[in-house]
């Protein structure tokens, strides 16, 4: 990849990190609570995982209900902090890299 289509990869990816999660603070809590299951474990086996209710008792968790994340997956208690603190991660490496790109081109401008 060149610098610059490097460059904007980045601020896609850095604009996604901002925008994700607060595009799931704006819907509503309950928001997928209904509908049809997209788990493979349930649709080819009848049977529930232990991520089943992940995504809904996330959604409950970031929003400050506890005890419905608690009820669709007690699990959200351990995934959410841990994904949250590999988002930060992730979202502080990409922001090094493109402060030290755009570091770089100022440099050679200048």
């Known amino acids: 990849m060149t610098r610059n289509s490097n460059r904007w990869w980045l601020y896609v990816k850095i604009a996604a990190y901002i925008l994700i999660p607060l595009v799931l603070l704006i819907l509503p809590a309950d928001f997928f609570d209904e509908g049809r299951s997209i788990c ?3 649709l080819l086996l009848g049977e529930q995982c232990y991520a089943c209710g992940l995504t809904r008792a996330l959604q409950h968790l970031i929003h400050f209900e506890f005890v419905e994340a608690y009820y669709y997956n007690v699990l959200a208690f351990i995934v959410f902090p841990a ?21 770089a081109e100022m440099e050679q401008e200048g």
Do not use: E, G, H
Not at 83 to 103: E, G, I, M, V
């Open 83 to 103: 994904f949250a603190w590999y988002w930060w991660k992730w979202f502080w490496t990409d922001w090094k890299q493109l402060r030290a790109l755009t570091d």
């Open 40 to 42: 493979l474990s349930v």
